[in-house]
């Protein structure tokens, strides 16, 4: 299962896509932090356009030809909060990437198994439709020479088709698992993909789950988000105080006058604070105690969660327990004393076909219920990145 969980994470074109994503986010925060561009300005000052001098660049004194350059001076700590924005979006999107990496694993893991349960299932189901088909032959041969009833053939016979239609229904669910198996995996054959894992522990200290599940992907993603949030806030703050702006321009004039230089500064009147750089902060501040609030909620949620998975975890592995220690054995028993009885003439041929398929029945719940148990330690297993290390460097990236 080991190599199919890594043949996914190879493919996968979302853990590639959230690579791009954190790459972005790491240039958009070396970009933040600079200064803005200068302005490049040019113009033409006071060109007549009445009188004689209409339209004459010379010849009136206050003509002037100018070109200029502007810069914002952006306050150092605003451009610092800006660019620790983006380092924490970096942070969101690497909890984003380790949750999508566990998804993968834990998906491909579920898939694996259900392809490996509905294979053992299927392969079941054909030995007991093989024997069905000799033991009608066996009918036949004891109607023929007088020695079984045709009740016993017909038995025998609507056993069969039960079995072939059931076996039809497990066929189509082992290509299902094989098709789910193939979209995580590719075309890969499944014939080499390691064996079942152990599958007795989940690595989870069910007592210490709050500690356990603060490093659970979602959670981890809703931290990051909160501190992305006091990030805003602390920008939101820094806005208060007003960038400035310089400007210097050289002002060319006819050949007769001066030419002049200009100097000036440039600084936004913030009148009205109370409703537009207090308001936004307010707001700010209010989205960051949302997202720690909907934190704190999805922690209480999470611990439920699996703590309801794990004691149906543990619930069905006593149930497997008990069909492989005590209900198949004695459903083989009883195929046993029935065949027995059958074979000295004190049971009949339908009752040996009812006994062996209910041990059959048997064996495909257990089956069933040993998939089950195998889909909730999946999902148990791969819940934290601190769960499972040994699978991929993939688990323990950025």
Do not use: C
Request: proline share 3%; charged share 25%; aromatic share 4%.
């Amino acid at each position: 299962m080991s190599q199919a969980q890594q043949l996914a994470l190879a493919r996968s074109r979302q853990l590639s896509a959230q690579d791009f994503a954190i790459s972005a986010a790491r240039d958009m925060a070396v970009a933040a932090s600079q200064l803005p561009d200068p302005v490049l300005k040019t113009g033409i000052d006071n060109l007549p356009v009445s009188g004689p001098d209409h339209g004459n660049l010379t010849n009136d004194f206050m003509t002037m030809r100018r070109i200029g350059l502007m810069q914002e001076i952006t306050h150092s700590d605003k451009r610092q909060l800006r660019a620790e924005r983006y380092e924490r979006v970096i942070n969101k999107s690497q909890a984003e990437k380790m949750q999508t990496t566990l998804g993968i694993v834990r998906d491909t893991s579920i898939a694996w198994l259900d392809r490996y349960y509905s294979e053992k299932m299927l392969a079941l189901a054909k030995e007991q439709l093989n024997q069905a088909r000799l033991e009608i032959q066996a009918a036949e041969l004891a109607y023929r020479s007088g020695r079984g009833s045709q009740a016993d053939l017909l038995t025998a016979r609507s056993a069969l088709a039960l079995m072939e239609d059931r076996n039809s229904d497990l066929a189509r669910r082992a290509r299902n698992a094989s098709i789910m198996l193939t979209r995580w995996i590719g075309e890969t054959s499944t014939d080499s993909l390691g064996a079942l894992p152990v599958m007795h522990q989940v690595g989870l200290d069910i007592s210490a789950l709050e500690t356990t599940l603060a490093h659970h992907p979602q959670i981890s993603i809703m931290n990051r988000q909160v501190e992305l949030a006091d990030t805003e806030a602390k920008l939101a703050e820094a806005n208060k105080k007003p960038d400035w702006s310089i400007e210097v321009a050289y002002q060319q004039r006819g050949p007769a006058y001066s030419n002049m230089v200009s100097v000036g500064v440039s600084l936004p009147l913030q009148w009205d604070q109370k409703n537009r750089q207090q308001r936004e902060l307010s707001s700010r501040l209010a989205m960051a105690d949302q997202a720690r609030a909907e934190r704190d909620e999805a922690l209480r949620s999470h611990i439920a969660e699996v703590s309801s998975l794990f004691n149906e975890w543990q619930s069905k592995r006593s149930r497997v327990s008990r069909y492989d220690n005590e209900l198949l054995p004695l459903a083989t028993q009883k195929v046993q004393a029935i065949l027995a009885a059958y074979r000295g003439g004190k049971s009949s041929l339908g009752d040996l076909l009812t006994a062996q398929r209910n041990q059959t029945d048997m064996h495909l719940q257990a089956l069933q219920l040993q998939a089950e148990t195998a889909s909730l330690w999946a999902q148990l297993r791969y819940l934290t990145p601190l769960n499972e290390t040994r699978i991929t460097p993939e688990l323990n990236r950025d």
